[in-house]
């Protein structure tokens, strides 16, 4: 494969674009270092969704395979109007929350939840669901974070939010009282434990 860092991100997309599964079942390819070679401030609205949508034509490209730093880096530096643009794509929103809820295990810090047992429901506006909302539930309970598609537990708070506002809050470009004293994120129960339920965990800095 070409020498990503020296492409600019038009020669990028259209490298990807061009690209067969024999090719990418040929080559010795290394998705972070695709990651690496991506800078969204130099990719117009549109054009992150269109190169994420590329990369989830093959399975060897998949989120799971970028670094922290590197998936991170990408969302802090995209601008609102490119995530808004992601988020409109219902199959990229899916992939993009899913991987976040995913890692959340990783970054869970086990030394700040030791002894707690608290389910977090998440609702992001704009969803798929019967009520204009796609759902997550986080469970933190004996040192882990276990996630799930389905509300199986009463919830200490339930938080509401834009996928975008969430994006840029596990990112660290948002915080969750700024968002909640701009009426971007809505608390309902423990509010004091969704004030600081970022701070349990250890959120990849760009």
Same mark, same amino acid.
């Given at each position: 494969?070409?020498?990503?860092?020296?492409?600019?991100?038009?020669?990028?997309?259209?490298?990807?674009?061009?690209?067969?599964?024999?090719?990418?079942?040929?080559?010795?390819?290394?998705?972070?270092?695709?990651?690496?070679?991506?800078?969204?401030?130099?990719?117009?609205?549109?054009?992150?969704?269109?190169?994420?949508?590329?990369?989830?034509?093959?399975?060897?490209?998949?989120?799971?395979?970028?670094?922290? !730093? !590197?998936?991170?880096?990408?969302?802090?530096?995209?601008?609102?109007?490119?995530?808004?643009?992601?988020?409109?794509?219902?199959?990229?929103?899916?992939?993009?929350?899913?991987?976040?809820?995913?890692?959340?295990?990783?970054?869970?810090?086990?030394?700040?939840?030791?002894?707690?047992?608290?389910?977090?429901?998440?609702?992001?506006?704009?969803?798929?669901?019967?009520?204009?909302?796609?759902?997550?539930? !986080?469970?933190?309970?004996?040192?882990?974070?276990?996630?799930?598609?389905?509300?199986?537990?009463?919830?200490?708070?339930?938080?509401?939010?834009?996928?975008?506002?969430?994006?840029?809050?596990?990112?660290?470009?948002?915080?969750?009282?700024?968002?909640?004293?701009?009426?971007?994120?809505?608390?309902?129960?423990?509010?004091?434990?969704?004030?600081?339920? !970022?701070?349990?965990?250890?959120?990849?800095?760009?």
């Amino acid at each position: 494969m070409a020498d990503l860092g020296a492409l600019t991100q038009t020669e990028l997309v259209e490298l990807l674009e061009r690209l067969t599964p024999e090719d990418v079942a040929a080559l010795d390819i290394d998705v972070d270092a695709i990651g690496r070679a991506v800078d969204p401030r130099r990719l117009g609205r549109d054009d992150l969704g269109a190169l994420l949508a590329t990369l989830g034509r093959f399975p060897e490209f998949a989120l799971s395979g970028l670094a922290p !730093t !590197t998936f991170a880096r990408i969302i802090a530096t995209a601008s609102a109007e490119q995530v808004r643009a992601v988020m409109a794509d219902a199959d990229l929103r899916e992939r993009v929350l899913t991987e976040i809820f995913r890692r959340m295990s990783t970054h869970l810090r086990a030394d700040r939840v030791a002894g707690l047992h608290a389910v977090v429901h998440w609702r992001f506006t704009g969803g798929s669901g019967a009520d204009g909302y796609d759902r997550f539930e !986080t469970t933190i309970a004996d040192g882990g974070c276990a996630v799930s598609r389905e509300m199986t537990a009463p919830a200490r708070v339930t938080i509401t939010l834009s996928p975008a506002d969430f994006c840029k809050l596990v990112t660290q470009n948002a915080s969750a009282p700024v968002l909640f004293m701009t009426g971007k994120l809505k608390a309902r129960g423990d509010i004091a434990f969704a004030a600081g339920l !970022t701070g349990l965990f250890d959120l990849p800095r760009p």
